[in-house]
């Protein structure tokens, strides 16, 4: 993380901070997430993910609310007050996450011996009950992730527009939340927008993201071309303005999961054919197979040494992390406190057991993918659909590969495998 964003980040945490404005936005927004038809419940969470700082929060005995939990606690008081959880029939993706969930608060728990860690992972887990199983039970069917695609579509031209005045301006107007810098950071001669997000390379992903997400939509409709050009134009700017090579990679890897579309009948072949080349590099290669990451640079003073350093500590300690997670990997080399990498940072934090587990949800979300492409033969437009769910999947497997999510994308992604979760009951109506 650049230190001026670190500093930013991380000083004022721990303590209460709540402007006006954004206490205002999200009174709003939970009031409205109680009270709308439970089709476009998800709607002002996602606004509050858009639209506010990570460094809005409320702490109380040390229990730390950012805005987005606080939507949450909003989302839990509906479906409790609506008895709405009692749609919701658990799958192997959903016991994969209680799983995830109940392995990182063992092992981290068990690694520092505090109570302040077990608060600490107690986080991690309302943060899965408060997105992950919120989507699961308010998002139900293809007409309601068509409202969730929806909404991040509109949404993002705000947030372009915001990225796109920073260019111009090089001041963020979310600044007055704290949380981000006032002046944008320069890298390189580059300005590097990021709006409310939490990071530029944050803010990049979010919109490299959105891109099969909105194909998948425009397929459904292919009269709401204007929505879709729109939502395509906001992506691309706000990938594009991050002035990230990770956001840059996630868009590419994106449009190439899009163009796998046509060889979905020979996917198993081509996912061993993929694997077998990865092993022949790594035989071949002077340096290990994940060197190749230190030439994937698109942006101009990208940090891409850095993590091939990481993965290669990584693998070298493995002996130190495998059982429990480890208390941090700054002895690693330097500069390796900063742990970007998220299969790195779910080895840190929760053993080689929480790894495996986190490999596994996405596998079964690709897998339910698979099958429901298969199961919608003849009905290819809903083919497609969730194809492009597959594509934003992949696309995020790629982009852990330089960053470890954190505040507002960490939102986008559970939101994601919620839906993706859905897929596995929904049928054409």
């Known amino acids: ?9 991380w000083t004022t945490y721990g303590q209460t901070i709540l402007n006006p404005l954004a206490f205002s ?3 709003a927004m939970g009031l409205l997430l109680l009270f709308l038809p439970r089709r476009y419940a998800i709607v002002p969470f996602i606004a509050t993910a858009l639209f506010t700082t990570p460094l809005q929060r409320i702490v109380i005995a040390t229990l730390d609310f950012d805005m987005i939990r606080i939507m949450a606690l909003f989302g839990m008081v ?25 392995v990182n608060i063992v092992a981290y728990t068990a690694l520092w011996g505090t109570k302040e860690a077990f608060v600490n992972r107690l986080g991690m887990a309302y943060n899965v009950i ?4 919120l989507c699961r039970i308010l998002v139900r069917d293809f007409t309601d992730m068509q409202v969730v695609i929806k909404s991040l579509v509109i949404m993002s031209l705000p947030v372009a527009l915001f990225m796109i005045t920073e260019q111009l301006t090089t001041r963020n107007f979310f ?6 810098p006032e002046i944008t950071v320069i890298r390189d001669g580059r300005l590097r927008s990021q709006g409310a997000f939490s990071h530029p390379i944050m803010a990049g992903t979010f919109g490299a993201s959105l891109v099969p997400l909105i194909f998948g939509y425009w397929c459904l409709n292919k009269k709401k071309i204007k929505i879709a050009a729109l939502g395509l134009v906001s992506a691309f700017t706000i990938t594009l303005t991050s002035a990230s090579s990770g956001p840059a990679l996630t868009l590419m890897s994106a449009l190439f999961g899009l163009f796998m579309w046509r060889f979905r009948k020979q996917m198993r072949p081509v996912f061993w054919a993929g694997v ?25 003073g990208s940090t891409a040494g850095h993590r091939v350093r990481l993965i290669s500590k990584a693998v070298e300690y493995f002996d130190e992390w495998w059982l429990m997670g480890t208390y941090g990997s700054g002895h690693w080399g330097w500069g390796l406190e900063d742990v970007t990498n998220m299969y790195v940072r779910v080895a840190i934090d929760s053993g080689l057991a929480g790894l495996v587990v986190f490999v596994v949800i996405i596998a079964l979300c690709f897998k339910t993918i698979g099958r429901t492409v298969k199961k919608l033969q003849g009905y290819p437009q809903y083919q497609k659909f969730a194809w492009a769910f597959g594509a934003c999947l992949f696309c995020h497997t790629v ?6 999510y954190f505040g507002q994308i960490t939102f986008i992604w559970y939101i994601m495998l919620g839906m993706i979760s859905t897929l596995r009951t929904v049928r054409v109506e």
């Not at 509906?78 to 109940?102: A, G, P, Q, T, W």
């Not at 092993?279 to 994940?290: A, D, K, Q, R, S």
């Not at 982009?399 to 470890?404: E, I, T």
């Open 1 to 9: 993380m650049d230190e001026a964003l670190r500093g930013v980040q």
């Open 25 to 27: 936005f999200v009174l």
């Open 78 to 102: 509906r479906v409790l007050m609506r008895s709405e959880y009692r749609h919701l029939k658990l799958n192997r993706i959903d016991i994969c996450m209680i799983l995830f969930v109940l």
């Open 130 to 133: 408060g997105m992950y199983f």
């Open 175 to 180: 600044s007055v939340m704290g949380g981000v």
């Open 276 to 300: 077998a080349s990865l092993v022949f590099l790594h035989i071949i290669m002077e340096g290990p197979v994940w060197s190749l990451i230190g030439r994937a640079t698109v942006v101009s």
């Open 399 to 404: 982009s852990f590969l330089g960053v470890s």
